[in-house]
């Protein structure tokens, strides 16, 4: 009797606290958006690319998304996010050979110990103030070799913009075996402290590109800068990486980058300095146009070339790419989605996926149709105090719970009136037993 009247309100107390758990009390939220999922998307994994607008009114650790089910359960989910890409990181190889022909070349022989494919290589050098081309030819043994590249640039210029650029790209190929030369034109050979190779660039299906429009673009050729002002648009996502397009021969010059959520002069904010450059010599060339740095989510983009060589830079493009920040969480067939944000006292939720264990890109492929609604304002209605809160309809996964519930409290009813009867029944026989033994004596 004790251990059954333990065991029926623990059931209880289980169900019901269960079912208070997957409720989710959105009155601290202020905004939520719905997910838009196509009928038929099945079940497994899915993904929603956050925008910049959505980011922008949330936290910035992003600990105050919820995504909530249309059956008022917490949703788990995690957040992976793409690249703009970038060169990988190079790894070392064995240079087994180098030999030098003064005043002409120094020839280099790396094996990458296998087939391995790569995109590029990293010539390590402590020498300064040197332009020189690199030619660079493939072979899967010692014998052949075919070309990979003739017209590579290496240099170290010092100046007011200096500009240090030691590695040369070329097509992926997987030679094993790889002969540099660097072509030394009657100047001193460069010291080579040894050779890093590029792997391939990693393929996302996460780094987008932008449409930019250029609102500014001005050069003055008293100071030899140039001023590029673009609007990446009211619907975008995160910029990670901007390249212009230039006409100009060769130049060198120091370049900023500014973000701003308006075009007022004073919202602008640093988010880049560095160098571009284009080098020339003779048929080969040599050019970094690009900007890499953390996604921003600002709207607008002002970039300022100033220094170095003589003469303004003409910008006749600018490209952007996104890389794109996305939510991936197990999707049920039958069930809307929202997700709310905008709750700065909002604790970091619980629970998530195993994002090891995600392949982004192919969840980033498969959800390509999935999207967010407008923003809208989540206005909770208090209940009338008065008015005993309607029980909402359960849906098929409670009604089984109650069901499994109910059939184990009436089991172990009738467990409990069996027991009963059989105690009853022994306790009835000792008695008629007794009675015989006395009226014997």
């Known amino acids: 009797m004790g251990l059954i009247g333990l065991i029926f309100p623990l059931v209880l107390a289980l169900l019901f606290a269960g079912a208070a758990a997957a409720d989710f009390d959105s009155g601290e939220w202020k905004r939520f958006r719905e997910v838009r999922i196509p009928p038929h998307f099945p079940d497994g994994l899915a993904g929603i690319s956050l925008d910049s607008e959505l980011i922008e009114k949330s936290r910035r650790d992003m600990a105050d998304l919820r995504l909530v089910s249309s059956n008022h359960a917490v949703v788990p989910f995690t957040i992976v996010e793409g690249t703009a890409g970038d060169d990988g990181e190079a790894f070392p190889a064995k240079v087994f050979r180098m030999a030098r022909k003064q005043g002409k070349w120094t020839d280099i022989w790396i094996d990458k110990q296998a087939k391995i494919l790569t995109q590029g290589v990293l010539i390590?050098?402590?020498?300064?103030?040197?332009?020189?081309?690199?030619?660079?030819?493939?072979?899967?043994?010692?014998?052949?070799?075919?070309?990979?590249?003739?017209?590579?640039?290496?240099?170290?210029?010092?100046?007011?913009?200096?500009?240090?650029?030691?590695?040369?790209?070329?097509?992926?190929?997987?030679?094993?075996?790889?002969?540099?030369?660097?072509?030394?034109?009657?100047?001193?050979?460069?010291?080579?402290?040894?050779?890093?190779?590029?792997?391939?660039?990693?393929?996302?299906?996460?780094?987008?590109?932008?449409?930019?429009?250029?609102?500014?673009?001005?050069?003055?050729?008293?100071?030899?800068?140039?001023?590029?002002?673009?609007?990446?648009?009211?619907?975008?996502?995160?910029?990670?990486?901007?390249?212009?397009?230039?006409?100009?021969?060769?130049?060198?010059?120091?370049?900023?980058?500014?973000?701003?959520?308006?075009?007022?002069?004073?919202?602008?904010?640093?988010?880049?300095e560095g160098t571009m450059f284009r080098l020339r010599r003779e048929e080969a060339v040599k050019e970094s146009?690009?900007?890499?740095?953390?996604?921003?989510?600002?709207?607008?983009?002002?970039?300022?070339?100033?220094?170095?060589?003589?003469?303004?830079?003409?910008?006749?493009?600018?490209?952007?790419?996104?890389?794109?920040?996305?939510?991936?969480?197990?999707?049920?067939?039958?069930?809307?989605?929202?997700?709310?944000?905008?709750?700065?006292?909002?604790?970091?939720?619980?629970?998530?996926?195993?994002?090891?264990?995600?392949?982004?890109?192919?969840?980033?492929?498969?959800s390509s149709e999935i999207s967010l609604g407008q923003e809208q304002k989540n206005i909770v209605s208090p209940s009338p105090p008065q008015r005993p809160e309607m029980p909402r309809k359960a849906d098929a996964s409670s009604l089984q719970k109650i069901l499994g519930v109910t059939m184990l409290l009436a089991g172990l009813l009738l467990l409990f009136i069996i027991m009963l009867k059989v105690r009853w029944s022994k306790r009835s026989r000792g008695r008629r037993g007794a009675g015989a033994a006395n009226t014997g004596f």
């Open 124 to 272: 390590q050098t402590p020498s300064k103030d040197f332009v020189r081309k690199v030619e660079i030819r493939g072979s899967d043994n010692t014998k052949e070799s075919y070309v990979v590249q003739m017209d590579g640039l290496v240099a170290d210029l010092a100046g007011p913009v200096p500009v240090r650029s030691l590695n040369v790209f070329y097509h992926l190929n997987n030679f094993q075996y790889v002969h540099i030369r660097i072509i030394d034109d009657d100047k001193p050979p460069l010291k080579v402290d040894g050779i890093l190779c590029y792997p391939p660039p990693a393929d996302s299906n996460l780094s987008w590109p932008l449409d930019v429009r250029i609102r500014e673009n001005r050069s003055d050729p008293a100071t030899g800068s140039t001023t590029i002002v673009a609007d990446l648009g009211e619907k975008r996502f995160p910029t990670a990486l901007v390249r212009l397009s230039s006409p100009t021969n060769e130049f060198t010059k120091k370049v900023l980058v500014y973000g701003a959520s308006s075009s007022s002069p004073e919202s602008w904010k640093r988010i880049f």
């Open 289 to 366: 146009l690009e900007a890499r740095f953390s996604p921003q989510t600002y709207r607008y983009l002002k970039l300022e070339l100033s220094g170095g060589t003589r003469g303004a830079v003409s910008v006749d493009k600018l490209r952007a790419t996104a890389a794109v920040r996305m939510a991936v969480f197990k999707h049920q067939r039958g069930q809307d989605y929202r997700l709310f944000f905008d709750n700065p006292k909002a604790g970091a939720a619980s629970g998530g996926l195993d994002a090891p264990s995600i392949n982004v890109n192919e969840v980033a492929a498969a």
